[in-house]
Every structure is written in C-alpha cells, then in structure tokens.
C-alpha cells in the first residue's frame, strides 16, 4: 500500500511538470508569432516594390513605363537635329566653294592662265557655267570630311579655333592663288617650290594636325588627277603646261584648298549635336 507521502510528491512533481511545461509552451507560440510578424513585415515591402518597381533592362538600367516612349521620341528629335544641321553646313560650305571658285578662277583668267573653250564660256566672270557647282560640291565634301574624320580618330582639331583665324585662313589661301597667277619666276619650277612653301606654311599656321595634312595631300592629288583626265578629255585647256596636261604649281593650290576648307568645316561642326547611334 502506497504511502500518503509517496502520493504527495508526485502530484507535486506532476502538477510541476505541467506548470513548467506551460511557459514553455505559451513561449515556443509567442516565438511564433514574432517570427511570422517578422516575415510578413520583410516581406510586405518587398512584395509592394516588385508589383510598383518600374521594369528595368541590365544593360540599360531602371526603366519607367513611359519612358521608353519618351526616348523613342527624343532619339527621333536628335536624329532630326542633326540631320539640319548637316543640311545647313553642306549648304554654307556650297556657297563657299561657289564664291571662291569665281573669285579665283577670275584672277586665273585674267592672266590667261586657263582657257575655256567658247561654247562654254558663261556670262558670270568670264567662267565656264559647271565650274562653281563642281568646286561648290567640292567644298561641301571636304568640308563635311575633315571634322568626321577628326571624330573617327579620336583627335578633335583644337588648335586656332575661332572665326578670326579661319578668316586669316581664307584669305592667305586667296593670296597664294594670287601669287600663282602674278607672280613671273624664271621657271614653273621656282614658282612651284615658292607655292608649296607657302601651302605647307598655311597648314602650319592654321591646322598642324596630322589628319588635316593627310586629307590635303590626298585631296592635292586626287583634284590633280581629276584635272588632268578633264584636259585630256579637251574640257578645257592650260597655258604653257609644265606638268603633264597643267601647271606644275597646280596641286598646291588643291592643298591649300583643302585646308582652307577643311577649317572652315570644322569651324562650322562646332557645337554641332552628334551623328545618332543606330541600335
């Protein structure tokens, strides 16, 4: 027969037993509670930026909803800016080629440096009608090429520029075309050394960049071919020719055009929007 304090004690320990494993309970379900508090307010944000986050791109990062509407529209504004503004320089580089050509070509007639035969003689300073839409067209390519290839290598023309120098330019460019056709040596060939000094001095005053005395010498012999193939042809002719079918001194000339050009170009490329990327 169990004894009355055998009983007691263990209902003593039970009843502790239970009253012990009551916090223990009420504690796991309140660590519950707090961690599923927890995770909903981790989660909550979270769940409200992915549904409101605007769509994004890796390459080109976060993205509105509108916004790709809105740089479809400006990328179209930007490629018609530029497009303008490449009108307004070919246009302007036209016209000077034109006013040149009949300035020039009118010192060069005067000292009956070159002939044009009379059937195609023009009534506007005594020059043949197609010759200032070809140095017009002339002037707008090489004008148009000098700052696109200074763009493409990488080294922007900075030196001397400003609208003063480009002017000083001109006009010594004017000047050697003048010597060539006043000036009386005792040979072509003197005269030659004397206008390729002075090119060569007009690139160094004015430009002294690599693609700009490359792009001349290119242009000097390429306007040199052309011209000897147009007198070949019997388009036009040359007095005393030393050179083939022209003047020995005529590619200096070619030279110190492109240059002049070619700065007045660049000039005119300034501020200028750049050419729109294609994607």
């Not at 075309?177 to 206008?195: E, G, I, M, R, W």
């Not at 050179?243 to 110190?256: D, M």
Request: aromatic share 8%.
């Amino acid at each position: 027969m169990p004894r009355l304090d055998d009983h007691f004690w263990s209902c003593s320990c039970a009843q502790g037993a239970r009253h012990r494993g009551r916090p223990a309970a009420r504690a796991g379900g309140l660590a519950a509670k707090v961690g599923a508090m927890i995770t909903s307010s981790v989660a909550g944000p979270s769940l409200r930026a992915a549904h409101s986050a605007p769509h994004t791109d890796p390459a080109l990062g976060p993205r509105s909803p509108g916004e790709g509407a809105r740089g479809q529209g400006s990328g179209s504004g930007h490629a018609t800016s530029w497009h303008h503004h490449l009108l307004q320089r070919s246009l302007v580089l036209f016209s000077v080629g034109v006013v040149l050509a009949l300035v020039l070509n009118l010192l060069q007639v005067q000292r009956n440096v070159t002939l044009f035969p009379e059937e195609v003689i023009a009534t506007i300073f005594s020059s043949a009608w197609w010759v200032p839409p070809c140095c017009g067209t002339a002037a707008a390519v090489v004008g148009l090429l000098y700052p696109c290839i200074d763009s493409h290598l990488g080294e922007p023309h900075k030196f001397k520029r400003e609208w003063a120098s480009v002017m000083r330019c001109v006009a010594v460019f004017v000047g050697i075309n003048h010597a060539s056709a006043k000036l009386d040596f005792a040979n072509n060939v003197q005269l030659s050394l004397t206008l390729a000094a002075l090119s060569l001095g007009l690139w160094w005053t004015f430009d002294r960049s690599r693609s700009g005395l490359g792009l001349g010498i290119t242009i000097a012999f390429l306007a040199t071919l052309i011209t000897q193939l147009l007198v070949y042809n019997g388009v036009y002719q040359y007095t005393s020719p030393d050179f083939l079918y022209i003047r020995s001194w005529l590619p200096c000339i070619f030279f110190s055009g492109g240059v002049t050009v070619g700065n007045i170009g660049r000039q005119l490329a300034m501020g200028v929007p750049e050419k729109p990327h294609s994607d």
